[in-house]
C-alpha cells in the first residue's frame, strides 16, 4: 500500500488522558505521525482537540459516512451517518475491503415542542437510555430523529443527544436535517474543497 485510499484521520484524545507510565502514549503519537506522513491523512497532535468536536468541524456533512475506532462516532445531527467500530474493521477500509454488515432496521424518535428551560442534551438523552435499554428495542439498529422538535434544538444540543445514543445499543443515528445543519454542512464542504485545492503532500495539523 502506498497511500490510504480514503481520507483518514488519527487523532490522540483519548490515549492522551491514560496515565500509563513510560512513554506508551508518545510512541503511539510518533507511530501515528510516521503513518500520516508515509500514507497521507490527518494527524491531530495530542491535546490540540477532541476526534469528535474535530470531525464535526472538518469532515461530517449531510449524505456522508465516516467510520470511527470511538464507539461514540456519531455525526447524525449534521446528517452523517457515524459508526463507532474496533480497530480492525478501520484497518480493513484502509486495506480497501467492504464495510458488511446486515441491513438494520430503524425506529423513529419523534420529537415535537422544545425542551422546558434547564433541561440539557444529556437529560434528553439519557431518558431515551432508560426508555429502550433494558429490552433492547432499538439494539443494532438505526435511529432516526424527526418531528418538528427537531428544528427547536440547536445543532450543539443535537450534538449532544445523537452522541449518546450509543448507549442505547443502536448501531446509528441520524436526525432530520434543516436549514440550521444544512448551513454546517456548506461550511464544512468548503473547508474541505479548500483544503483539498491546497494540500500537496500529506498534512499534519499542528498546534499553535
Known sequence: MKKFPMP?????????????????NEDDHAFGLSAAKRFGGDFVPAHLAVIHSY?????????????GSDSHTRYGALGTMGVGEGGPELVKQLLGLSY???RPGTAAVYLKGAPRPGVGPHDVALAIIGAVFKSGFVKNMAVEFVGPGVSSLPVEF???IDVMTTETACWSSVWRTDERSKNISRSTAAKMRTKSSTRRQPHTTTAP
Open 8 to 24: 483518514y484521520v488519527l487523532t490522540n484524545c483519548h490515549n492522551s488522558l491514560c496515565a500509563v507510565g513510560g512513554t506508551i
Open 55 to 67: 470531525i464535526r468541524e472538518t469532515a461530517a456533512g449531510c449524505g456522508r459516512m465516516i467510520l
Open 158 to 160: 443535537r450534538n449532544g
Open 100 to 102: 458488511d454488515l446486515p
